[in-house]
Nanobody, 116 residues
Framework: VQLQASGGGLVHAGDSLRLSCAAS????????MVWSRQAPGREREVIGG???????RYADPSHCRFYISKDNANNMLYLRINDLKGEDTAVYYC???????????WGQGTQVTVSS
């Protein structure tokens, strides 16, 4: 498996959650790794990404509830979501590519369901 997201589940509004993404070494070494999500009835949207050397970029400049990080030693990508809201209910995907806006590889997603 080149990319596999995990860590989703049923959570309560206001909780925090950290999603994980295990990547093969060749995928992890691509210049950019990203997180996206797809809510029911909506198009997939990019949350943000992290470059090989650690600098991050978020689709929403006011991303204060989302935090992307990675563990280079273990080829792991993470997404922390704070203060979860019902609107965060979605399938979350991790991906990788060479440039922002063009993701070449996507893994299977992990479902996050937020209950009020």
């Amino acid at each position: 498996v080149q990319l596999q997201a995990s860590g989703g589940g049923l959570v309560h509004a206001g909780d925090s959650l950290r999603l994980s993404c295990a990547a093969s070494e060749s995928i992890f070494n691509l210049p950019l790794m990203v997180w996206s999500r797809q809510a029911p009835g909506r198009e997939r949207e990019v949350i943000g990404g992290i470059a090989r050397y650690g600098n991050t970029r978020y689709a929403d400049p006011s991303h204060c509830r989302f935090y992307i990080s990675k563990d280079n030693a273990n080829n792991m990508l993470y997404l922390r979501i704070n203060d979860l809201k019902g609107e965060d209910t979605a399938v979350y995907y991790c991906g990788a590519g060479n440039i922002w806006g063009q993701t070449d590889y996507w893994g299977q997603g992990t479902q996050v369901t937020v209950s009020s």
